[in-house]
């Protein structure tokens, strides 16, 4: 199968899509503004390192629009009732934050070290994608200052940037295992 080809497309964005699905059951609730710590936003911005903007932005739709008749949310939540409360925002982020990760993650040198930063850096631009729609929807929904609306997510940084790790060493090793995912052949 040619790597662009639109079954491989499919098959890729469905397994990211139904791993995000299944990550719905880690769901711990923390803070007072309503949002949990969740593994869906780490799986998403790993569809991204994995898949590329184009595909990881698919899985984030996919997610969003099954979402829309079936409880695939942290929580058993549905996206329409995700973007009625204060976890709008991320909802939003979900979609755009798989895609701007995949963007910068494609664009990772062959070596491995230059390969491992420039996904860190794919996975943290990708989370402050989350993290900033998300104070954004938590101003709009919530009716919170920009300031803490803001500070809602610190309590999340430490247990988000363990799950950067991870995501990042399961990319690299998918990588490393499957050179062709970013056009590339095995060295």
Known sequence: MKKNSLATTIAYVAVFTALVIVLAFVSIPIGS???????????????????????G????????????ALPVLAGGGT???????????????YVLSPAVAG??????PKNKGGMAVVLAVAAIVGLAVQY????????????????????????FIPVDAGKLVVAVIIALGVHAAFPDLMGRKAA
């Open 57 to 68: 932005g698919y899985v984030g739709l996919l997610f969003l629009f099954l979402g829309l």
């Open 103 to 108: 963007a910068i993650a494609y664009r990772s």
């Open 132 to 155: 900033i729609c998300g104070a954004f929807g938590l101003m709009i929904r919530s009716g919170l200052e920009i300031g803490p609306a803001f500070a809602a997510q610190l309590p």
């Open 79 to 93: 996206t329409l009732r995700a973007l009625a409360g204060p976890t709008a925002g991320y909802i939003i982020g």
């Open 33 to 55: 503004a309503g949002v949990p710590i969740v593994l869906q936003n780490a799986a998403l911005i790993l569809a991204g390192l994995i898949l590329g903007s184009k595909r």
